[in-house]
């Protein structure tokens, strides 16, 4: 079974430009997740998807961050204009199951490093 | 408001000794699950064991056991004969379950073991 699939691994970037980040979950899985992790930090969720619909957006910095999930599969995560203080881990996990569904625990992707210079 | 505290930053242990790493949490939810995870230095999440708040018993997943204590709110990890390997960060992590909720991962700031040989 293939895990989950973010890129690119490592970009760096200088402040106020634009990125964008990719994720494909595994097959099946309807709940996908855009975390943010500082270094040092725990992963902090930034916004939650059921399917194409969002679960979970706030603590997602709407005036920068944006993120879409269409077809409810892949999901882009984006930052325009890109600050200093982005710089982390951004990992994307996905979930076998729904809200009405058991614990099922989530499974991560590599995540993509973003250095803002 | 749910929140998870991992109050050693770092942990150092003898190589084939056993280690708890501390994780309390707090909640007001009756149904929840608590995670611990395993992030070695190359980045990926790795999870490790499961614990509901309805289980009776501790979980143990070969080396890993979960300490659950209830009514204090905890749920320490215990890794039995370390193994260089072992070194990494680990997260601990709550999920609430009760209806309404969105069933995220919240995270603690993580505990970095380091394996001595």
């Known amino acids: 079974e293939a895990g989950v699939a973010q890129s690119p691994r490592y970009k760096i970037i200088e402040k106020r430009q634009s990125v964008a980040f990719w994720c494909n979950p595994i097959?099946?899985?309807?709940?996908l997740y855009w975390y943010q992790q500082i270094l040092g930090q725990g992963p902090k969720l930034l916004i939650q998807f059921q399917n194409n619909g969002v679960v979970d957006d706030s603590q997602l910095p709407k005036d920068r961050f944006s993120a879409e999930r269409l077809k409810g599969v892949d999901s882009t995560l984006k930052i325009q204009p890109a600050k200093l203080e982005d710089s982390a881990v951004y990992l994307c996990?996905?979930?076998?199951?729904?809200?009405?569904?058991?614990?099922?625990?989530?499974?991560f992707g590599e995540g993509s490093r973003l250095t803002v210079l | 408001a749910q929140k998870i505290t991992q109050t050693q930053p770092g942990m150092f242990v003898q190589e084939k000794e056993a280690v708890t790493l501390d994780c309390t949490y707090d909640t007001s939810d009756p149904s929840y699950g608590l995670f611990w995870y395993k992030q070695p230095s190359s980045g990926e999440m790795i999870f490790l064991i499961y614990q509901g708040s309805y289980d009776q018993q501790n979980a143990t997943e070969g080396r890993y056991s979960l300490n659950f204590q209830k009514a204090r709110k905890s749920a320490n990890l215990v890794i039995s004969a370390s193994q260089l390997g072992d070194s990494a960060m680990y997260f601990c992590?709550?999920?609430?379950?009760?209806?309404?909720?969105?069933?995220?991962?919240?995270f603690g700031s993580g505990t970095q073991l380091t394996v001595l040989p």
């Open positions: 996990a996905s979930s076998q199951g729904g809200l009405a569904g058991g614990p099922g625990e989530l499974f």
């Open positions: 097959s099946g899985h309807a709940t």
């Open positions: 992590a709550m999920r609430r379950f009760s209806s309404g909720s969105a069933r995220q991962l919240t």
